[in-house]
Nanobody, 115 residues
Framework: QVQVVESGGGLVQPGGSLRLSCTASTSIFSIYTMAWYRQAPGKQREQVATIASGGSTNYADSVMGRFTIARDNAKNTVYLQMNSLKSEDMAVYYC?????????WGRGTQVTVSS
């Protein structure tokens, strides 16, 4: 099973920025549509952004215009640039394939937005 490792989370003030990274242990990373998901306490995991193998992207309405997903197939890595962070963005962020979940879930990376 493909493993992923997410990183880049942390504590940031409202309006701040973070860049998340997720690296997968597969040599065929480039064929997958990748996605970032997040789960806030007491809430279901939700998909926030996707990037297809060809580079086309989609975003949840809640992050449109603030988050940017990108990928580097040579590094088997997907990124999430998060700008203008809000308290409601606070969650554990995960990456996986989309729409089917082909990879094992990683531990995620915690994003805390607080002043």
């Amino acid at each position: 099973q493909v493993q992923v490792v997410e990183s880049g989370g942390g504590l940031v003030q409202p309006g701040g920025s973070l860049r998340l990274s997720c690296t997968a242990s597969t040599s065929i990373f480039s064929i997958y549509t990748m996605a970032w998901y997040r789960q806030a306490p007491g809430k279901q995991r939700e998909q926030v952004a996707t990037i297809a193998s060809g580079g086309s992207t989609n975003y949840a309405d809640s992050v449109m215009g603030r988050f940017t997903i990108a990928r580097d197939n040579a590094k088997n890595t997907v990124y999430l640039q998060m700008n203008s962070l809000k308290s409601e963005d606070m969650a554990v962020y995960y990456c996986n394939t989309s729409p089917s979940l082909f990879f094992s879930w990683g531990r995620g990376t915690q994003v805390t937005v607080s002043s």
